[in-house]
T-cell receptor, first 113, second 113 residues
Framework: AQSVTQLGSHVSVSEGALVLLRCNYSSSVPPYLFWYVQYPNQGLQLLLKYTSAATLVKGINGFEAEFKKSETSFHLTKPSAHMSDAAEYFCAVLSSGTYKYIFGTGTRLKVLA | GAGVSQSPRYKVAKRGQDVALRCDPISGHVSLFWYQQALGQGPEFLTYFQNEAQLDKSGLPSDRFFAERPEGSVSTLKIQRTQQEDSAVYLC???????????FGPGTRLLVL
């Protein structure tokens, strides 16, 4: 069965520092991959998605993620953290031909002043 | 345009009460999904509709959970005889087609006392 692993349930970075949130998936066939952000008391907002068009995917708010098939990874990065980036981030996988998103357990990002 | 809306945003129920959670998807979206998000966890799939047809209800935790979408637009998730373990955020998502990006509502936070 498909699974998604997000390493680190909590990540703290200083304002202006690099943000790196890790996501690994299990799949024999490259799936569709997504990163969503969830602010307190809000639903999930799509940051970016990978659909096999390009391995480096750029999203909103300066985030990007790189699909690495050899590592089955889809890590999320941002060169310089802002205070407004503090939120929970979820990685999700969607297998080709299916409709069920499988979500990771989430990473809560804290940005320190 | 208007996004996915859900009501109520918060619901407190006494154990044993029935509750009904409403989801208004984006107009024209064929597919609708319900998820359950426990505290500190990622969303977990409950059920999927394509128009008015409920094609998958494999994620519903028990027969106390029931979902409908009678006219292919608004959907209601009903939980009968609520239990404390039903406390969670219930998220609704819609999409133009089953493999497209899912757009999430703000969720309904259910607390069962």
């Amino acid at each position: 069965a498909q699974s998604v692993t997000q390493l680190g349930s909590h990540v703290s970075v200083s304002e202006g520092a690099l943000v790196l949130l890790r996501c690994n998936y299990s799949s024999s066939v490259p799936p569709y991959l997504f990163w969503y952000v969830q602010y307190p008391n809000q639903g999930l907002q799509l940051l970016l998605k990978y659909t096999s068009a390009a391995t480096l995917v750029k999203g909103i708010n300066g985030f990007e993620a790189e699909f690495k098939k050899s590592e089955t990874s889809f890590h999320l990065t941002k060169p310089s953290a802002h205070m407004s980036d503090a939120a929970e981030y979820f990685c999700a996988v969607l297998s080709s031909g299916t409709y069920k998103y499988i979500f990771g357990t989430g990473t809560r990002l804290k940005v320190l002043a | 345009g208007a996004g996915v809306s859900q009501s109520p945003r918060y619901k407190v129920a006494k154990r044993g009460q029935d509750v009904a959670l409403r989801c208004d998807p984006i107009s024209g979206h064929v597919s609708l999904f319900w998820y359950q998000q426990a505290l500190g966890q990622g969303p977990e799939f409950l059920t999927y509709f394509q128009n008015e047809a409920q094609l998958d209800k494999s994620g519903l935790p028990s027969d106390r959970f029931f979902a409908e979408r009678p006219e292919g637009s608004v959907s209601t998730l009903k939980i009968q005889r609520t239990q404390q373990e039903d406390s969670a955020v219930y998220l609704c998502a819609s999409t133009p087609d089953y493999q497209e990006t899912q757009y999430f509502g703000p969720g309904t936070r259910l607390l069962v006392l």
